[in-house]
């Protein structure tokens, strides 16, 4: 079974930019889509971009042109990178199988907040 492991969040200013992985503990390239995921104050767990094996990606509306994720099938880490981050991106942020959205199970997460 693979576990997954997320990194790199910290505190930003409006504008900014932070680059989150993830880190399995064993071959990524078993899992056809790979998803990021973020969890707001208050909020529920909400979709945020999905990478498949072969690179093709998909984004939610909201983070569309300032987003991107990526994934390293050799280093078995998946990647985002967030840029023009904004205070309505301040969430806990989770990667997973996209297969088990939304029933799988989650890992600690990375917190990213980004205030002035």
């Known amino acids: 079974q693979v576990q997954l492991v997320e990194s790199g969040g910290g505190l930003v200013q409006p504008g900014g930019s932070l680059r989150l992985s993830c880190a399995a503990s064993?071959?990524?390239?078993?899992?056809?889509?790979m998803g990021w995921y973020r969890q707001p104050p208050g909020q529920q767990r909400e979709l945020v971009a999905t990478?498949?094996?072969?690179?093709?990606?998909f984004y939610t509306d909201s983070v569309k042109g300032r987003f991107t994720a990526n994934r390293d099938n050799v280093e078995n880490t998946v990647y985002l990178q967030m840029n023009s981050l904004k205070p309505d991106d301040t969430a806990v942020y989770y990667c997973?199988?996209?297969?088990?959205?939304?029933?799988?199970?989650w890992g600690q997460g990375t917190q990213v907040t980004v205030s002035s």
């Open positions: 990478v498949s094996r072969d690179g093709i990606t």
């Open positions: 997973n199988d996209h297969f088990k959205w939304p029933w799988g199970s």
């Open positions: 064993g071959s990524i390239s078993e899992i056809n889509i």
